[in-house]
């Protein structure tokens, strides 16, 4: 298979080349922001939405701006994109990290990114199938801070869920509160469907700031489906007609069962069609 290449401060370097030092704060400390981006014949889309949050992010860690404008940047996403010879469907991954030595404190707030692009087998958002299996993990719960709003290397808390979730043969699991809520599930953002009605965690309950969801969101009101944003409780999963899980990269999974629980997907599946007019 032909070598691809990342985008490592503005310079390519082959996939496997070694770029990095045993000191690098993104490995050590989580130090690190990033950014995962769908595209769709061969274009980065929502590209505004993920600078923004990726902005977000920067400012909440403290980190000032990288030494190249958001217009560069995407310059090089998209050449990084051809050069990797993906004209259909793709997956674009940007991480910014402090690179200043010292400890916890950093000693200098030097800045370095790395972007990342391969291709997926498809190119516009299409439905699973087979709806998936999901339960509830509860062990470590989402205190709502700031930072659950965006996309940090420290993701311990998704892992664990991930571990749970292979070990009891799902295909997700949802996280929760401190107040048992749901917040999100592994990847993902969460949402229910009811007489015409979409329910979906706020930020306030701890949630990530996906751009997928801020767009579903869009849509449902388009097609005037209600949307509310508040908290979403175990109960309410047992009263949806419907379950889907909202990401950039996949668009939307919907959900067959939760516990006893089964969903259909007629409503999921019209979302998903405006969805798809949308991105193409």
């Known amino acids: ?9 503005g310079f390519l370097y082959k996939e496997d080349e070694k770029v990095f030092t045993i000191d690098n704060r993104a ?33 909440l860690l403290r980190m000032n701006a990288i030494p190249l404008t958001f217009e560069e940047l995407h310059e090089q996403i998209v050449h ?14 940007i991480t910014v990290f402090r690179v200043g030595e010292g400890l916890y404190t950093p000693k200098n707030d030097t800045k370095s990114y ?8 498809k190119n516009l958002y299409e439905l699973n199938k087979k709806g998936l299996s999901i339960d509830l993990y509860s062990d470590i719960r989402i205190h709502p801070t700031v930072l659950t709003q965006i996309k940090t290397t420290n993701k311990i808390p998704n892992v664990l869920t991930g571990i749970y979730k292979t070990e009891n043969n799902l295909d997700d699991c ?26 979906t965690p706020s930020l306030a309950e701890g949630c990530i700031d996906g751009i ?7 849509v449902a009101e388009s097609m005037n ?5 508040g908290a979403v409780t175990g109960s309410m999963l047992l ?26 997907n007629e409503a999921t599946k019209e979302i998903l069609n405006k969805f798809n007019e949308v991105v193409s």
């Not at 990033?34 to 977000?56: M, Q, S, W």
């Not at 489906?225 to 944003?229: A, D, K, L, M, S």
């Open 239 to 264: 009263q949806a007609d419907e379950l889907f899980l909202t990401n950039s990269i996949v668009g939307i999974k919907w959900v067959a069962q939760y516990r006893s629980k089964q969903y259909t």
């Open 114 to 121: 790395v972007i990342e692009a391969i291709p997926i087998s």
């Open 174 to 199: 949802l996280m929760v509160n401190q107040n048992n809520h749901i917040v999100e599930a592994i990847s993902s953002n969460v949402f229910l469907y009811k007489n015409k009605t979409l329910y």
């Open 212 to 218: 997928t969801r801020k767009h579903i969101i869009e």
């Open 225 to 229: 489906i209600t949307v509310i944003e």
């Open 80 to 93: 990084l994109i051809k050069k990797n010879n993906i004209k259909k469907g793709g997956r674009v991954r």
């Open 27 to 59: 490995f050590k400390y989580g130090d690190a922001v990033f950014e995962t981006i769908r595209v769709i014949n061969g274009i980065p889309v929502f590209v505004k939405d993920h600078f923004a949050r990726l902005k977000k992010g920067m400012d």
């Open 1 to 9: 298979m032909k070598k691809r290449y990342i985008n490592y401060d």
